[in-house]
């Protein structure tokens, strides 16, 4: 699942995590960032306004 960390006007930062279901205690768990991505927004006002990248 990816869980949102960190944003503001220039980045937006998640984390992906895994979440392990324990069936027999009805309990979960997790492995802390499995993986990271983050998100440069594009601030330059001469860009085309769209979509991204």
């Known amino acids: 699942m990816m869980?949102?960390?960190a944003r503001d006007e220039t980045r937006i930062v998640r984390?992906?995590?895994r979440e392990l279901a324990d069936h027999a205690?009805?309990?979960l768990s997790y492995e802390?960032?499995?993986a990271s991505?983050?998100?440069v927004r594009a601030t330059?006002?001469?860009l085309p306004r769209g979509p991204g990248r």
């Open 32 to 34: 802390v960032r499995v």
């Open 44 to 46: 330059d006002p001469n």
């Open 37 to 39: 991505a983050e998100f």
């Open 25 to 27: 205690d009805e309990a």
């Open 3 to 5: 869980r949102n960390v």
């Open 15 to 17: 984390h992906l995590v």
